[in-house]
T-cell receptor
Framework: GAGVSQSPRYKVAKRGQDVALRCDPISGHVSLFWYQQALGQGPEFLTYFQNEAQLDKSGLPSDRFFAERPEGSVSTLKIQRTQQEDSAVYLC???????????????FGPGTRLTVL | GNSVTQMEGPVTLSEEAFLTINCTYTATGYPSLFWYVQYPGEGLQLLLKATKADDKGSNKGFEATYRKETTSFHLEKGSVQVSDSAVYFCALRETSGSRLTFGEGTQLTVNP
């Protein structure tokens, strides 16, 4: 079946613009994660959903970042008033099982590369 | 907090050479440990995992053993191929949470 998909794959924004990044998880996956990957670095956790509930948003770097998953499927990460330091690849991952099960694998999408000029 | 440290890259090897990529971690409790691989132009893929001390994860000729006494999870392969060229990430997942904490990644290039 289809894996995790993300759109757009590439986004160029001028500083100060708002952007919205979309994630389509694998059908039926309960958990959804967003990570930010700066150039040459490992991914860093941003936020986590279980169905439509945002259970952990401790990794969001500022109140300009907002994520939602209103129907427990597709998720959108919104960045308001983008800054140059927001330039990164934004990765979405989904997993089938619920929180705290040791064996649930996270499946990653290809990412959205955001460049803020 | 939790952290993962990988050996600095990039690493360049000739085909059929032996590969080791070092990974150490800091965590409370008993985390699960993972190696992910990112091929050029593709998303992160799980390569192997280990969920408790002394477990050995293996896949595609790669192996890593969960060493609690040295807080390490080094990745090894006996004979690398050109197709193994990619970025490798070591990661952990806490027992009480589900986020992954990644190392900084190691770029591997294998030349024919």
């Amino acid at each position: 079946g289809a894996g995790v998909s993300q759109s757009p794959r590439y986004k160029v924004a001028k500083r100060g613009q708002d952007v919205a990044l979309r994630c389509d998880p694998i059908s039926g996956h309960v958990s959804l994660f967003w990570y930010q990957q700066a150039l040459g670095q490992g991914p860093e956790f941003l936020t986590y959903f279980q169905n439509e509930a945002q259970l952990d948003k401790s990794g969001l770097p500022s109140d300009r970042f907002f994520a939602e998953r209103p129907e427990g499927s597709v998720s959108t990460l919104k960045i308001q008033r983008t800054q140059q330091e927001d330039s990164a690849v934004y990765l979405c991952a989904s997993s089938l099982a619920r929180l705290a099960l040791r064996y649930n694998e996270q499946f990653f999408g290809p990412g959205t590369r955001l460049t803020v000029l | 907090g939790n952290s993962v440290t990988q050996m600095e890259g990039p690493v360049t090897l000739s085909e059929e050479a032996f590969l080791t990529i070092n990974c150490t971690y800091t965590a409370t409790g008993y985390p699960s440990l993972f190696w992910y691989v990112q091929y050029p132009g593709e998303g992160l893929q799980l390569l192997l995992k280990a969920t408790k001390a002394d477990d050995k994860g293996s896949n595609k000729g790669f192996e890593a053993t969960y060493r609690k006494e040295t807080t390490s999870f080094h990745l090894e392969k006996g004979s690398v191929q050109v197709s193994d060229s990619a970025v490798y990430f070591c990661a952990l997942r806490e027992t009480s949470g589900s986020r992954l904490t990644f190392g900084e990644g190691t770029q591997l290039t294998v030349n024919p």
